[in-house]
């Protein structure tokens, strides 16, 4: 994984100089461990990525007039409509809290209130 070597080798730089004078650490070694890192973190992102479709989906969905709204009763329109922002309220409160806790997890702070 060359991003894995390049952070290794910039790490072991950063620590021993450029001519990594006394540098008894292979970077092959970090680079391992720097790999896992970074699979742990896409992972992560295909994760949060899925959610965010999804919910793009479901948003969309929601927003969309139903196919029968010409034959619904003017009386019938205000509670399908409520029913839906109730609905898409939900649906957002859900993202924010997933939001927070993500954020938490990768910055290892509180998630907010």
């Not at 399908?80 to 609905?87: A, K, V």
Request: hydrophobic share 50%.
């Amino acid at each position: 994984m060359p991003a894995a070597a390049a952070a290794a080798e910039e790490i072991l730089q950063a620590i021993y100089g450029d001519d990594l004078e006394g540098c008894a650490i292979r970077p092959e070694a970090i680079v391992t461990i720097i790999a896992v890192a970074m699979r742990e973190s896409s992972a992560t992102q295909a994760e949060m990525l899925e959610l965010y479709e999804k919910a793009i989906e479901a948003l969309k969905l929601l927003s969309t007039p139903p196919a029968e709204v010409a034959g619904l009763a003017p009386a019938n329109i205000p509670p399908l409509l409520s029913e839906r922002l109730d609905t898409i309220h939900q649906l957002t409160t859900k993202l924010m809290m997933t939001a927070a806790a993500a954020r938490a997890q990768v910055f290892n702070v509180d998630p907010a209130p």
